[in-house]
């Protein structure tokens, strides 16, 4: 089979790589690296990175070349587990929220780069951080916040108005690991919906828009581990599937009307480190692809809907840290690319839909 994304098993060359010091960043900096989120965070339609640090928010507002600035914040947050990016007042742009205790640490992204402090009140109950999750469970398009305690969803939902509405709604006190937990719109009605594997069940924890059902849905007890796992749709039906690499084979988890339908797709047994692997629509064609980086190599593996086809991007530049290393459309069209940031200097692979070109600067 020949496509877009080149042969099944070929290895398209890296670009040279382009040195452009007229990109270089006019400055940079950095806070921790738990807490570099990425976004539409200023108007556009280019992925940006960005860095809190304290009383600042470093934004590396993409993408080609990515520019450099830093914006002044109130100095609120809450740990990194508890920090997430996602659109809270529905204006097209994406905030920081942080949270601690009984506070939202709001960091509402203005159109030209900088920030609104706000802080919204919650309860004070929260689950572990591994089992709290930011996104648009209510259907609205605002992201929302919920937590689970055992057999409780504290579910934190964003209002028009900004603040949240907080309702605890008791669930089926059933959950898998955290790493194998995740948020998303598995029904495919637009409102974010939790799953949980645990062998051969997956939980599910359905979202009416204002709280929850439970459901156990049986499923073929086929897993990878689980930095390989990653719930996204696939098929391109709408509805977020489950798929787990695992040596030759992904297998597949796939959402129906009623639960999940168990299949393994073949793919070539070429896998970088968990660290470095990722889930994005490298190809462009709207479905997501899974890239495994190991040196030189970025084994691609792309959705096809019902199929992976198997190639290799190679590119030729060393890679930064996980944490400093992104995946996102930054260039603006429709194809995903990755940045390693390395201090100050960005290293860009620009997918062009079959391969990476590569600019240093
Ligand atoms: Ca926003
Ligand atoms: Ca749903
Ligand atoms: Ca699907
Ligand atoms: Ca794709």
Known sequence: MVDSAGEEGAVIPASEVTHKTSQALAGCGWGAGDYIRTGRFNSGSRMDVVSPNGGVVHNYLGGDPFDHNQETVTNAWGSAGYTWAGDFNLDGRTDLASASGNNVFMKLAKTNGAYDSETWTVPNAWGDAGYTWAADFSGDGRTDIASAQGGIINLHRAKSTGGFTSVAD?????????????????????????????????????????????????????????????AADFTGDGKVDIASGNGSSVHMKIATSTGFTSQNWGVHNTWGGGDYTWVADFTGDGLPDIASASGNNVYMK????????????????????????????????????????????????????????????
């Open 170 to 230: 008791a669930v089926s006190n059933t959950w898998g690991s955290a790493s194998l937990t995740w948020a998303a719109d598995f029904t495919g009605d637009g409102k974010a919906d939790i799953a949980s594997a645990s062998g051969g069940s997956i939980f599910l924890k359905t979202s009416s828009g204002s709280a929850f059902s439970s459901s156990t849905k049986t499923v073929a007890n086929t897993w990878g581990g689980s930095n390989y796992t990653f």
């Open 302 to 361: 792309a959705s096809e809907g019902d199929s992976f086809h198997s190639n290799t991007w190679q590119v030729n530049s060393p890679w930064g840290d996980s944490q400093h290393t992104r995946v996102g459309d930054f260039s603006g069209d429709g194809m995903a690319d990755i940045v390693t940031f390395s201090g100050c200097q960005v290293t860009l692979h620009r997918s062009t839909g079959n391969g990476f070109e590569t600019e240093v600067y």
